[in-house]
C-alpha cells in the first residue's frame, strides 16, 4: 500500500484547477442507464471511484468510451439494453454509491439485484430510505442472501414519497427512479446538494421533466423514455473546501480556479468566521489569512445548505492550531472521528465525546506516520501534514486515491514537499 510523505511547514502559493465532483459524476455517469442513447459527460475527475462505477456499469451493460481532455476525462456512455440485472458484492462493497444503479435498472428494466453495500469506515451506512421510495413507486423489494432483489414487471407509477432522514443517495435513486415512472412523484424532504441539482439538469437535458431540485420539495413528472445528452460535471466544493483549509493552515494563498462560492456557503462561513480571508475572481477563489493567528469556530454538520460532513475532517485539522478551541459536532455519520486519534499522536489536543470533538488549539504539530482510514480523513491528515514541524507519512492512501484527483501534483505545484512513496511489491 503506498504512502504519502509531507515535509511540513512551507506557506503554499499558487494556482490549483478544482476537479468535477465525484458525488456529482458517480450519479451522472449511473443515468446512462436510464436509456439506450449516448450520454456524454465531460469534466469527470480521474479518480478509483469512477474506474470502479465505469466497471460496474459496463458488466450492467452500458459501452463507455473514454477520451482524455485535459486535466479530466470525458465519457461517452450508452446501455442500448441491460445486459445483466445484477450488482455484485465484490464492487458494491468497495464503493457504496454503487446502489445508485438500483433506481435506474428498476426504471429502465423493471428488475435490479443490488448487492446490500454493507457498512464502511465512517458507519453502517443503511439503505432504508432508497428501498421505500422505490416501494412507494410500486416496487417489490425482498432482501435474499445479502442481496436486494427489486422487480417491477409492469414499470414503476409516480407516488409521494417522504423522507424522514434527509438522504443525499436516496434522493438521486428516486429522482432517476421516478423520471421513467408513469404519472407525478413528488420528494419531500428531498437533499438540497448541488450534486442534486447537477443530476437534475442533466436529467432534464436528457428529457426528464423534474422541478424544484435544490429545495427540499422535488416534483418528476415520469416520460416514456429519455434522450440523448451532453453534460459538464460541476465543480467538487469538498476538494475545493480541503485545499482551502490547506492554504490556511500553511499560512499560505492558493487560487482555487473553477471553484464556485455559490456552492460553498456554509464553508466559506466557517473559515471566515476563523480567521481567513476569501476573495472572489473571475475563475474561483483566493484563499489566505486574515491575520496570523486562526480562531477556533464551533461547527455542527448538517445536510445542505449546513456545514458538510465531508468538510469537517478537514476543519478538524485546520483547528488543531487555532488561538482557541473549537467543538466540532458529526450529526451525519456515526462513527467520523477516526482522524482524532491520528491528529492527536501529531501533537494535537482533541478530547471526543460521542457525537463532538473538542479541539484546542496548539502552538504546533510533530510530523508523524498516521493511518489514513477512510477518504476525508487521510484528507485531514494531509493538511494536518502540511503545517507539522518534521516528517508526516500518511498510510493508506487509496483511500485518497478515491476522492481526490492528483493530490500531490497539485501540492506539490504549489510548493509542498510531498511525495507518493510507492509500497514495495
Ligand atoms: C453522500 O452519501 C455522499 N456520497 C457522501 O460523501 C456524503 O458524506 C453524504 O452524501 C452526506 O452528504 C456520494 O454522494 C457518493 P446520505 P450518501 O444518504 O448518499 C442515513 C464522501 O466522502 N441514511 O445523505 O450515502 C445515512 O446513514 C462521501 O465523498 C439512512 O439512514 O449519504 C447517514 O446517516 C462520504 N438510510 C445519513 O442518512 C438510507 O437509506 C445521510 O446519508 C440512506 C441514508
Do not use: W
Amino acid at each position: 500500500m503506498d504512502s504519502i510523505v509531507i515535509r511540513g511547514g512551507i506557506p503554499l502559493t499558487g494556482d490549483i484547477r478544482i476537479s468535477g465532483a465525484k458525488n456529482a459524476a458517480l450519479p451522472l455517469m449511473a443515468a446512462t442507464l436510464l436509456s439506450e442513447a449516448p450520454l456524454e459527460i465531460s469534466n469527470v475527475p480521474r479518480l478509483a471511484d469512477i474506474a470502479t462505477l465505469t466497471s460496474l456499469l459496463a458488466q450492467h451493460g452500458a459501452e463507455i468510451s473514454i477520451r482524455s481532455d485535459g486535466d479530466s476525462q470525458c465519457l461517452t456512455l450508452a446501455t442500448p439494453a441491460i445486459a445483466n440485472v445484477l450488482a455484485p458484492y465484490d464492487i458494491v462493497r468497495k464503493m457504496r454509491a454503487s446502489i445508485l444503479v438500483l433506481g435506474p435498472l428498476l426504471a429502465r428494466h423493471g428488475e435490479a439485484m443490488v448487492s446490500l453495500p454493507g457498512g464502511c469506515a465512517i458507519g453502517n451506512r443503511p439503505i432504508d430510505l432508497h428501498l421505500k421510495g422505490m416501494k412507494e413507486l410500486g416496487a417489490e423489494i425482498r432482501l435474499e442472501e445479502g442481496y436486494v432483489h427489486a422487480t417491477a414487471p409492469k414499470g414503476l407509477k409516480g407516488g409521494e414519497i417522504h423522507f424522514p432522514t434527509v438522504s443525499v443517495g436516496a434522493t438521486e435513486n428516486l429522482m432517476m427512479a421516478a423520471s421513467l415512472a408513469h404519472g407525478a412523484t413528488v420528494l419531500e424532504n428531498a437533499a438540497r446538494e448541488p450534486e442534486i441539482v447537477d443530476l437534475a439538469a442533466c436529467l432534464t437535458a436528457m428529457g426528464a421533466k423534474i422541478e424544484g431540485a435544490g429545495t427540499d420539495r422535488v416534483v418528476i413528472e415520469g416520460v416514456a423514455r429519455l434522450g440523448p445528452a451532453r453534460h459538464a460535471v460541476m465543480p467538487d466544493r469538498i476538494e475545493a473546501g480541503s485545499y482551502a483549509a490547506a492554504a490556511l493552515i500553511s499560512h499560505g494563498k492558493l487560487h482555487l480556479t473553477g471553484a464556485r462560492a455559490d456552492h460553498m456557503g456554509s464553508t466559506l462561513e466557517v473559515l471566515v468566521k476563523a480567521g481567513a480571508r476569501i476573495e472572489e475572481t473571475a475563475d474561483g477563489l483566493i484563499v489566505s489569512r486574515a491575520a496570523e493567528r486562526l480562531h477556533g469556530i464551533d461547527v455542527i454538520t448538517q445536510p445542505y445548505p449546513g456545514f458538510a460532513t465531508d468538510m469537517q475532517a478537514q476543519l478538524m485539522a485546520l483547528m488543531t492550531l487555532c488561538d482557541s478551541a473549537a467543538m466540532i459536532t458529526e450529526t451525519i455519520f456515526e462513527n467520523r472521528f477516526m482522524h482524532a486519534p491520528e491528529l492527536t499522536r501529531m501533537g494535537a489536543d482533541i478530547t471526543v465525546h460521542g457525537a463532538s470533538a473538542m479541539v484546542r488549539g496548539v502552538r504546533q504539530l510533530k510530523g508523524a506516520p498516521v493511518m489514513a482510514t477512510d477518504l476525508r480523513a487521510s484528507m485531514g491528515l494531509v493538511i494536518a501534514g502540511l503545517a507539522a514541524s518534521g516528517t508526516t507519512t500518511v498510510n493508506r492512501v487509496y483511500h485518497l486515491d478515491r476522492g481526490y484527483d492528483r493530490l500531490v501534483e497539485k501540492l506539490t505545484a504549489c510548493g509542498a514537499a510531498i511525495e507518493r512513496v510507492r509500497a514495495a511489491a
